[in-house]
């Protein structure tokens, strides 16, 4: 299924995984997220917003592109995601926004109840993967650091991953009840998930994932 992959600004990872760009794929950047795509040399196929960030604007403006207004009630980052919405993608990739201003953050965060949330995020700090009903991560060197974060700001979900050193088993996770830092000791990890919501499993880049 085709995917659109949201570029945005503050805190982009180094690299990205090998054939995350499949043909069909909607590329859009927004705003400085046009920097980060071009540095790691991702074709863009939109870039939106202001612009009010970005040192490439007068390379954007030879590009497909839809300029917004300076004063706005949206993000930038919203006007992609609502970009991709109406384009029909029902999945997608966010990369950056992962650090650099706390109320970006947030302000990012709180568009997954509206939008949905990313079945992948990267940043420079680390990648993180959602989970709606299960899935096996593979680890290739345990121990390997990992948290769980509800992938909503209002909605509970409960997991069970037993393959760590500190299991979990019907853990209720919420912004209140975020489980930090275990330790993956296995080759594998199963994740289960259930409940309103779903999860983001969270690996800091410098280990190594599949």
């Known amino acids: 299924m ?7 600004g503050g805190g982009a990872p180094s690299r990205l995984p090998v054939g ?6 909607m590329v859009i950047a927004a705003d400085s997220g046009y920097e980060a795509a071009k540095a790691l040399g991702i074709p863009v196929s939109l870039c939106i917003g202001d612009f009010d960030s970005t040192r490439y604007f007068s390379e ?5 592109h839809e300029k917004s207004l300076a004063d706005k009630d949206e993000s930038d980052t ?11 993608f029902s999945t997608y990739v966010l990369v950056g926004g992962g650090g650099f201003r ?3 953050l947030f302000t ?8 949905g949330p990313p079945t992948a995020w990267y940043t420079t700090y680390e990648s993180l993967f959602l989970v709606g009903k299960y899935h096996r991560f593979e680890i290739h060197n345990p121990p390997q650091t990992v948290s769980f974060i509800p992938s ?7 997991i069970t991953a037993k393959q760590l050193q500190w299991p979990l088993s019907q853990h209720v996770l919420s912004m209140s009840t975020i489980s930090l830092s275990n330790r993956a000791d296995s080759p594998v990890l199963d994740v289960f998930a259930s409940g309103q919501g779903k999860l983001f499993v969270s690996f800091p880049v410098a280990d190594k994932l599949s």
């Open 2 to 8: 085709s995917k659109a992959i949201i570029f945005t």
């Open 60 to 64: 954007i403006q030879h590009l497909d």
């Open 102 to 104: 706390m109320d970006h």
């Open 108 to 115: 990012t965060y709180s568009l997954f109840d509206q939008y």
């Open 152 to 158: 909503s700001f209002t909605k509970e979900v409960i």
């Open 20 to 25: 995350l760009l499949q043909p069909g794929d």
């Open 78 to 88: 919203e006007l992609a995601l609502r970009k991709a919405s109406s384009l029909g």
